[in-house]
C-alpha cells in the first residue's frame, strides 16, 4: 500500500524531519511504499540536519504544489501525533477526504505505540 505521512513541520525542532523518518521506517518495515514531506524536501534540496547544503526552507505554496499531487497518489493517508495543529495537515486531510483517500491515525493505522527514545522531538507536541 501507498502510504502518505502527514503531520506538523512548522514551529518543529528541525522541522520534525525526526518523527517523519521514524514514522517512514516503520511504515516500510510492514512493507509500505511510504511518501514522506520530509523525504520531499531533501529531494529538493533542503535539509535541516546538513550543514553543507543552504538552510533555505521552502515557502508554503511551493510544498503545497509539490506534496498534494503526491498526497493524491497514494492509497491512504496517515497523521502524526499533532497534526490537529498543522495549519498544512489539516489541508492534507481536507483534500484527502474530498477525494476518498482513507485517512489514519499513524499509532492506529501501525497499531502498536512506538517508542523513541526522545519523545518530545519525536511528536513535536502542540
Not at 3 to 28: H, K, Q, S, W
Not at 62 to 68: A, F, S
Not at 69 to 75: I, K, Q, R, S
Request: net charge negative; with cysteine; proline share 8%.
Amino acid at each position: 500500500m501507498k502510504v502518505y505521512i502527514a503531520g506538523p513541520m512548522t514551529n518543529c525542532v528541525n522541522n520534525n524531519f525526526r518523527a517523519f523518518d521514524n514514522a517512514r521506517d516503520i511504515l516500510e518495515m510492514q512493507g509500505h511504499t511510504v511518501v514522506s514531506p520530509a523525504d520531499l524536501d531533501r529531494e529538493g534540496g533542503y535539509d535541516p540536519y546538513t550543514g553543507t547544503q543552504p538552510r533555505i526552507v521552502p515557502d508554503r505554496r511551493t510544498c503545497m504544489k509539490r506534496d498534494l499531487p503526491a498526497l493524491l497518489d497514494c492509497d491512504v493517508v496517515v497523521f502524526l501525533p499533532s497534526s490537529g495543529v498543522s495549519e498544512g495537515a489539516k489541508i492534507e486531510r481536507g483534500v484527502a477526504l474530498y477525494s476518498n483517500i482513507p485517512c489514519h491515525e499513524f499509532i492506529e493505522f501501525i497499531g502498536v505505540n512506538p517508542m523513541f527514545e526522545d519523545e518530545s522531538v519525536a511528536w513535536c507536541p502542540a
